[in-house]
């Protein structure tokens, strides 16, 4: 080895000199390179396309400093695949006369390199339309920029000379084969896509190395003396090499410690989406996707599944008694003791709340049985809060694939329709499907469905069933009457619908709806007629109904002394001293309270006493037989008695023959409703009938004064409440 000026020099083992176009365009670059180091560079090259472009697809799915620094990573991986490559493969090229390295030229080519990749990989992920073609030409100039910087520094001992047209080709193929790779792998979908965009890097490395020394031409200035040197050639680009792959490896590591973290919490996520996170059972997500596997296993294999939906008996007493952390409590010691029974083609879930679902794999009914017992057994055992012993149970409710339901749904439908009739048939813990039995609870909760979706349907109406004086027969009042009109049933019976709307939850917002349409359509009535609307013990159990009451009053524009609100001794007596409260803020704005369905509850004279009722309403059990049957008119006169004792005007519902009404004027009773005096009607048949007009629209508001009473509680209490309570 020989240094010439300060630079590394090796004298070529070759006599002669071989110009690019003696033999043919690219022989002299193609038979004058050591093939072993060429072999070396392009195991750097093809390692290092492909760890930096999965490098670069990393850098793509990230953003803002997690994408810089795997940016800063792909440049230093391509920069050195790239230098690699080309100093190793000029290494184990033989010029034909002496050469060397300048060292500043040759370590500035590398940071062109890396900078070029930086700027071409960071710009490729930008968001425009172009970007990863751009951003890959970038690449290929760099590339272009490092190989030519190299060659400034590649120092020989003669005079060089370019072809220029070869030099712009060597160009045009490192920026067009660099886009193409960059692009097709932002684009790869699969492994085979991610593979050709590899190859498109790997060929810009190389066309542009062979196609640049292609238009290289190097003629010696005197004598070339022999002065073998190939293995400290080949020694010193071993070296490089090494290097590279070091380089190479620890982008490799990066990348696939990333990868293994990723998957680590994909799977982390993926168990937190599928598991219940209280008790670790899995949750309704991962249960339908098991169930739909139990069933297409069954299906194939001739077997059969039991679907078991469990419903916890006295959860919400734990919750109410012991707080939601004894709850919790509970729920984790069931699922602990569920998990430990499950043998083979058992799972359960946590669906929310205190429901759980089972699946059973099955061939006979006696599997089934031994699963249920060993979870009833489960479900039964005490559990120890602290100093306490709680007893949860569980209602269970069990649909057959395929006797029961042929798919997913309706099994799940099936099942939740036994587990319900389990839960409402006292000293039942287990319940199996039974069509004659559970499709009436179905069709109930289709009702249900129905009646949610009727507000918004416009399929509800009111009509209003007048009430008159029996003496005089004057019209006192109507009472407003809630009627649906189902689009495939026809009219449905509100003694069906009410009692479904209070089942399932839509009391409250039936209960309003027919308050407001009551209070805007009488607001509006000529003579000015009070309007009974009667309120269910569900809406009465809510403390803010008076704020409501006064809120539909000022809305609609009606007068608080035409507003009656009806309601049962039922709806008192669930919590008596707020009850009473709430009704004298009501009574407070002015608005009367009846005493609905009198005779039929408690009948106690304790409540009349409490509270100054402006009316009792005598249930129509009572006047059905009260013109034939002594016993019955006895306990109507006595009603009747009461009321004049106490001053509360007695209003008689179900008059539906004049045998009645004449004993009901004999005995003075004050009021009237019934078929007799009028059925309920719509009120443009009201209007029709001459019975009373509507106001013109401008003038359907009454003064404020009326209706803008402040909520008071200031109605005197009757003597001798305060012993009563």
Known sequence: MT??????????????????????LFEHHIWHHDLGLVFLAALICLAGSWVTLQLFRRAAGVSGAQRVGWHILTAVAAGAAIWCTHFIAMLGFDPGVPFSFDPILTILSLIVAMIGAAAGFSFATARMKFAPLLGGAIVGLGTAAMHYTGMMGYSVQGIVTWNMPLLALSIIFSVFLSASAVHLMLRAANTRKQIIAAAFLVAAIVMLHFTGMAASHFEPLGVVLAEPMQDAVKALAFAIAGVGFLIIGAGVASYLIDARVRSE??????HMAVTDSLTGLPNRVSFTGRLDHEIDTAKARGLKVALIGIDLDRFKEINDLRGHGAGDDVLRTLAARMRALLREGEFVARLGGDEFAAVKRMQNGADVSDFLVRLEAALYEPIALDEFHVTPGASLGVSIYPDDATDKNALLGNADLAMYRAKSTPGTNVAFYDPSMDEVVRKRKNLANDLRQAFDRDELDLHFQVQKSVSTGDIRGYEALVRWKHPEHGDISPEVFIPIAEEYGLILQLGEWVLRKACARAASWLPPYKVAVNVSPLQFAHADLPKVILEILVETGLAANRLEIELTETAIFADKERSLHMLRQIKGMGVTIALDDFGTGYSSLDTLRAFPFDKIKLDKSFIDHVDSNEQTAAMVRAVLALGRSLKIPVLAEGIENSGQLAMLTFEGCDEAQGFLLGRPMSIDR???????????????????????????DNVPEKPGKAAAS
């Open 3 to 24: 240094t010439y000026h300060g630079s590394l020099s090796v004298l070529s083992g070759h006599e002669g000199i071989h110009p690019a176009g003696r033999d043919g």
């Open 265 to 270: 919490s994909y799977e982390q996520l993926r």
């Open 686 to 712: 009201i209007v029709s009938a001459g019975h009373l007009s509507l106001k013109p629209v401008m003038s359907q508001t009454e003064p404020v004064e009326d209706r803008r009473k402040p909520i008071e």
